[in-house]
C-alpha cells in the first residue's frame, strides 16, 4: 500500500483538500495530512468549496506533522513554501519528497464571493495537480 503524508503549515485548507482528493481517486492509498503549525479547525470554506466537488473533509482535523516523525512514507509532499523551508526530518523513511505548491486561499480579502471564488480556484488547481501525481504513482491505476 502507497504512504502519502501531504504537509502544509496550518493543515486547514491545501493538504486538507490535496488528501480528499487523492482519497476519492484512490481509496486503496493510506493518505494523511498535517501541519508544522496546525490551526484549530478545517476552514469552513475549503469544506464548503470542496462539498461542491463532491468530496467531504468535514470530519478532517489538523494534525501536527510531529506525530508522523518517526513513520515511513512512499511520499512526503509539501503544498506550502513555507512547510517546504520548515519540512523535519522523519526518524522514518521516506522514499520521495516532493513540492506540489499552491496559493493560500485563507488569505484570500474581498466580498464572500471574491473569497470563495479564490478557494474554488485553488481546489481546481489542486485537483489538477493531484490527479496528475496520482497517474505518476507506479502502484496507481
Given at each position: 500500500m502507497t504512504r502519502?503524508?501531504?504537509?502544509?503549515?496550518?493543515?486547514?485548507?491545501?493538504?486538507?483538500?490535496?488528501?480528499?482528493?487523492?482519497?476519492?481517486?484512490?481509496?486503496?492509498?493510506?493518505?494523511?495530512?498535517?501541519?508544522t503549525r496546525p490551526s484549530d479547525q478545517v476552514h469552513p470554506k475549503a469544506v464548503q468549496v470542496m462539498r461542491?466537488?463532491?468530496?467531504?473533509?468535514?470530519?478532517?482535523?489538523?494534525?501536527?506533522?510531529?506525530?508522523?516523525?518517526?513513520?515511513?512514507?512512499?511520499?512526503?509532499?509539501t503544498v506550502c513554501d513555507n512547510?517546504?523551508?520548515?519540512?523535519?526530518?522523519?526518524?522514518g523513511e521516506v522514499r520521495h519528497r516532493l513540492h506540489i505548491g499552491f496559493e493560500d486561499p485563507a488569505e484570500a480579502t474581498g466580498s464572500e464571493e471574491e473569497?470563495?471564488?479564490?478557494f474554488r480556484r485553488i481546489r481546481d488547481e489542486i485537483k489538477r495537480d493531484f490527479k496528475a501525481f496520482h497517474a505518476s504513482i507506479p502502484t496507481a491505476s
Open positions: 502519502i503524508l501531504i504537509l502544509c503549515t496550518g493543515n486547514s485548507c491545501r493538504s486538507q483538500m490535496a488528501e480528499g482528493f487523492l482519497k476519492s481517486f484512490d481509496p486503496s492509498l493510506e493518505v494523511y495530512s498535517a501541519g461542491e466537488a463532491g468530496v467531504d473533509i468535514s470530519d478532517g482535523r489538523p494534525k501536527d506533522v510531529e506525530q508522523f516523525l518517526d513513520q515511513s512514507f512512499d511520499y512526503v509532499i512547510a517546504r523551508e520548515t519540512c523535519p526530518f522523519f526518524a473569497v470563495l471564488a479564490v
